[in-house]
Protein backbone atom coordinates (compact mmCIF):
# COMPACT_ATOMS: atom_id res chain seq x y z
CA UNK A 1 0.00 0.00 0.00
CA UNK A 2 0.99 3.74 -0.17
CA UNK A 3 3.11 4.82 3.11
CA UNK A 4 3.64 8.33 4.20
CA UNK A 5 3.75 10.93 1.62
CA UNK A 6 4.48 14.98 1.74
CA UNK A 7 4.76 17.42 -0.04
CA UNK A 8 6.62 19.35 -1.55
CA UNK A 9 9.81 17.58 -1.67
CA UNK A 10 11.84 20.65 -1.42
CA UNK A 11 10.62 24.18 -0.84
CA UNK A 12 12.87 27.32 -0.96
CA UNK A 13 11.81 30.41 0.75
CA UNK A 14 12.71 34.27 1.33
CA UNK A 15 13.35 34.84 4.92
CA UNK A 16 9.92 36.30 6.78
CA UNK A 17 7.38 34.63 4.31
CA UNK A 18 5.41 31.78 5.84
CA UNK A 19 5.25 28.30 4.49
CA UNK A 20 2.43 24.86 4.73
CA UNK A 21 4.28 21.57 4.71
CA UNK A 22 1.81 18.67 3.81
CA UNK A 23 1.33 15.14 5.26
CA UNK A 24 -0.97 12.65 3.88
CA UNK A 25 -0.18 9.20 6.49
CA UNK A 26 -1.04 5.65 5.64
CA UNK A 27 -4.68 5.53 5.46
CA UNK A 28 -5.72 4.20 8.88
CA UNK A 29 -2.97 5.28 10.88
CA UNK A 30 -4.62 7.22 13.86
CA UNK A 31 -1.19 8.83 15.19
CA UNK A 32 0.64 11.11 13.23
CA UNK A 33 4.06 12.43 14.20
CA UNK A 34 6.15 16.01 13.16
CA UNK A 35 10.00 16.12 13.31
CA UNK A 36 12.52 18.00 11.97
CA UNK A 37 16.04 17.18 11.16
CA UNK A 38 18.94 19.57 10.78
CA UNK A 39 21.93 19.24 8.48
CA UNK A 40 23.74 15.99 10.13
CA UNK A 41 21.37 15.93 13.05
CA UNK A 42 18.68 13.38 14.69
CA UNK A 43 15.40 14.31 14.43
CA UNK A 44 13.92 16.52 16.64
CA UNK A 45 9.78 16.00 17.81
CA UNK A 46 8.04 18.69 17.12
CA UNK A 47 4.26 17.63 17.38
CA UNK A 48 1.84 14.65 17.55
CA UNK A 49 -1.61 14.01 17.16
CA UNK A 50 -3.68 11.22 18.37
CA UNK A 51 -6.89 10.47 17.11
CA UNK A 52 -9.61 13.00 18.26
CA UNK A 53 -7.27 14.22 21.62
CA UNK A 54 -6.02 17.19 22.14
CA UNK A 55 -2.51 17.45 20.23
CA UNK A 56 1.00 16.82 22.04
CA UNK A 57 2.96 20.40 20.93
CA UNK A 58 5.26 20.41 23.27
CA UNK A 59 8.18 20.11 20.69
CA UNK A 60 7.50 22.96 19.44
CA UNK A 61 10.17 25.05 19.08
CA UNK A 62 8.47 28.71 19.03
CA UNK A 63 4.96 30.10 18.15
CA UNK A 64 5.58 30.84 14.52
CA UNK A 65 5.11 26.89 14.30
CA UNK A 66 1.90 25.09 14.27
CA UNK A 67 -0.18 22.26 13.04
CA UNK A 68 -3.54 21.13 12.17
CA UNK A 69 -4.69 17.84 11.43
CA UNK A 70 -8.06 17.54 9.88
CA UNK A 71 -10.69 15.08 9.63
CA UNK A 72 -8.32 12.93 11.64
CA UNK A 73 -6.03 12.38 8.37
CA UNK A 74 -4.17 14.65 6.41
CA UNK A 75 -1.78 17.17 8.64
CA UNK A 76 -0.51 20.46 7.67
CA UNK A 77 2.56 22.03 9.58
CA UNK A 78 2.80 25.90 9.28
CA UNK A 79 5.66 28.01 10.10
CA UNK A 80 5.49 31.83 9.87
CA UNK A 81 7.64 34.52 9.55
CA UNK A 82 10.28 31.69 8.69
CA UNK A 83 14.03 32.01 9.88
CA UNK A 84 17.27 30.84 8.23
CA UNK A 85 17.44 28.66 11.39
CA UNK A 86 13.95 27.16 10.73
CA UNK A 87 16.24 25.32 7.57
CA UNK A 88 15.80 21.62 7.60
CA UNK A 89 14.35 18.39 6.71
CA UNK A 90 10.81 18.04 8.00
CA UNK A 91 9.76 14.84 8.90
CA UNK A 92 5.91 13.44 8.99
CA UNK A 93 5.39 9.79 10.75
CA UNK A 94 2.38 8.10 10.94
CA UNK A 95 1.48 4.58 12.97
CA UNK A 96 -1.46 2.61 13.53
CA UNK A 97 -1.94 2.44 16.85
CA UNK A 98 0.31 3.99 19.96
CA UNK A 99 -1.29 1.66 22.35
CA UNK A 100 0.10 -1.70 20.51
CA UNK A 101 3.29 -0.88 18.68
CA UNK A 102 3.56 2.65 20.30
CA UNK A 103 6.46 3.71 18.32
CA UNK A 104 7.21 1.72 14.94
CA UNK A 105 6.59 5.12 13.10
CA UNK A 106 6.33 5.01 9.25
CA UNK A 107 7.97 8.24 7.69
CA UNK A 108 7.54 10.09 4.96
CA UNK A 109 10.52 11.25 2.50
CA UNK A 110 10.37 14.73 3.87
CA UNK A 111 10.10 17.95 3.04
CA UNK A 112 13.32 19.95 2.45
CA UNK A 113 13.23 23.36 4.02
CA UNK A 114 15.76 25.98 2.40
CA UNK A 115 15.41 29.83 4.21
CA UNK A 116 17.57 32.27 2.25
CA UNK B 1 17.35 16.23 30.18
CA UNK B 2 15.74 13.51 27.92
CA UNK B 3 18.34 12.83 25.15
CA UNK B 4 19.92 10.09 23.56
CA UNK B 5 23.51 9.62 22.34
CA UNK B 6 25.69 7.57 20.12
CA UNK B 7 29.21 6.43 21.05
CA UNK B 8 30.80 7.22 17.26
CA UNK B 9 29.29 9.13 14.34
CA UNK B 10 30.61 7.17 11.70
CA UNK B 11 31.74 3.60 11.44
CA UNK B 12 33.53 1.99 8.09
CA UNK B 13 33.47 -1.84 7.68
CA UNK B 14 34.50 -4.30 5.10
CA UNK B 15 31.67 -6.31 3.33
CA UNK B 16 31.00 -9.82 5.27
CA UNK B 17 31.68 -8.50 8.21
CA UNK B 18 30.00 -8.09 11.11
CA UNK B 19 29.08 -4.41 12.35
CA UNK B 20 28.52 -3.04 15.91
CA UNK B 21 26.76 0.01 15.95
CA UNK B 22 26.24 1.27 19.80
CA UNK B 23 24.26 4.24 21.35
CA UNK B 24 24.05 5.06 24.78
CA UNK B 25 20.47 6.51 26.45
CA UNK B 26 20.27 8.67 29.44
CA UNK B 27 16.65 8.26 30.60
CA UNK B 28 16.05 5.21 33.32
CA UNK B 29 12.21 5.30 32.90
CA UNK B 30 12.68 4.76 29.10
CA UNK B 31 10.51 1.43 28.02
CA UNK B 32 10.63 1.07 24.54
CA UNK B 33 14.03 1.75 21.74
CA UNK B 34 14.23 1.76 18.40
CA UNK B 35 16.46 1.55 16.01
CA UNK B 36 16.43 3.34 12.58
CA UNK B 37 18.13 3.10 9.32
CA UNK B 38 17.74 6.75 6.96
CA UNK B 39 19.19 6.32 3.66
CA UNK B 40 20.04 9.52 1.90
CA UNK B 41 17.53 11.50 0.74
CA UNK B 42 14.48 9.14 2.19
CA UNK B 43 12.72 8.96 5.75
CA UNK B 44 14.05 6.81 8.73
CA UNK B 45 12.98 3.43 8.22
CA UNK B 46 12.44 0.90 11.03
CA UNK B 47 14.73 -1.82 11.20
CA UNK B 48 14.07 -3.59 15.02
CA UNK B 49 12.72 -2.52 18.77
CA UNK B 50 13.50 -4.03 22.16
CA UNK B 51 11.06 -3.15 25.22
CA UNK B 52 12.57 -2.73 28.65
CA UNK B 53 11.95 -5.82 30.07
CA UNK B 54 14.14 -7.71 27.49
CA UNK B 55 17.90 -7.44 26.71
CA UNK B 56 18.15 -8.97 23.72
CA UNK B 57 15.90 -9.52 19.95
CA UNK B 58 16.96 -10.84 16.84
CA UNK B 59 15.76 -9.81 13.45
CA UNK B 60 16.72 -10.69 10.26
CA UNK B 61 20.86 -10.19 10.18
CA UNK B 62 19.96 -8.09 13.14
CA UNK B 63 20.48 -7.82 16.89
CA UNK B 64 19.30 -5.55 19.35
CA UNK B 65 21.23 -5.58 22.59
CA UNK B 66 19.59 -3.03 25.91
CA UNK B 67 22.16 -3.15 28.98
CA UNK B 68 20.14 -1.63 31.03
CA UNK B 69 22.43 -1.26 33.93
CA UNK B 70 24.63 1.11 32.00
CA UNK B 71 22.15 2.45 29.63
CA UNK B 72 23.61 1.42 26.72
CA UNK B 73 22.19 -0.02 23.33
CA UNK B 74 23.79 -1.87 20.57
CA UNK B 75 22.66 -2.82 16.58
CA UNK B 76 24.13 -5.73 15.20
CA UNK B 77 24.24 -6.53 11.78
CA UNK B 78 25.56 -9.51 10.48
CA UNK B 79 27.57 -10.09 7.04
CA UNK B 80 27.39 -6.29 6.53
CA UNK B 81 26.58 -5.73 2.67
CA UNK B 82 26.69 -2.98 0.64
CA UNK B 83 22.91 -2.14 1.28
CA UNK B 84 23.55 -1.43 4.75
CA UNK B 85 25.49 2.04 4.21
CA UNK B 86 23.05 4.55 5.62
CA UNK B 87 22.77 6.68 8.46
CA UNK B 88 21.77 4.28 12.00
CA UNK B 89 19.45 6.07 14.79
CA UNK B 90 18.84 4.79 18.13
CA UNK B 91 16.02 6.37 19.25
CA UNK B 92 13.74 5.71 22.91
CA UNK B 93 10.03 7.02 23.74
CA UNK B 94 9.78 10.30 25.37
CA UNK B 95 8.67 10.59 29.15
CA UNK B 96 4.96 11.49 27.91
CA UNK B 97 5.49 8.44 25.44
CA UNK B 98 4.04 10.58 22.75
CA UNK B 99 7.18 10.46 20.42
CA UNK B 100 10.63 9.31 20.13
CA UNK B 101 13.63 10.92 21.28
CA UNK B 102 16.49 10.14 18.56
CA UNK B 103 20.29 10.16 19.29
CA UNK B 104 22.79 12.10 16.11
CA UNK B 105 23.55 8.77 14.19
CA UNK B 106 26.13 6.61 13.19
CA UNK B 107 27.43 6.75 9.24
CA UNK B 108 28.14 2.89 8.50
CA UNK B 109 29.92 2.69 5.54
CA UNK B 110 30.35 -0.44 3.88
CA UNK B 111 33.07 -1.35 1.24
CA UNK B 112 33.58 -4.31 -1.23
Known amino acids: GAGVSQSPSNKVTEKGKDVELRCDPI?????LYWYRQSLGQGLEFLIYFQGNSAPDKSGLPSDRFSAERTGGSVSTLTIQRTQQEDSAVYLCASSLSPGLSPYEQYFGPGTRLTVT | GESVGLHLPTLSVQEGDNSIINCAYS??????FIWYKQESGKGPQFIIDIRSNMDKRQGQRVTVLLNKTVKHLSLQIAATQPGDSAVYFCAENNQAGTALIFGKGTTLSVSS
Open chain 2, 27 to 32: NSASDY
Open chain 1, 27 to 31: SGHTA
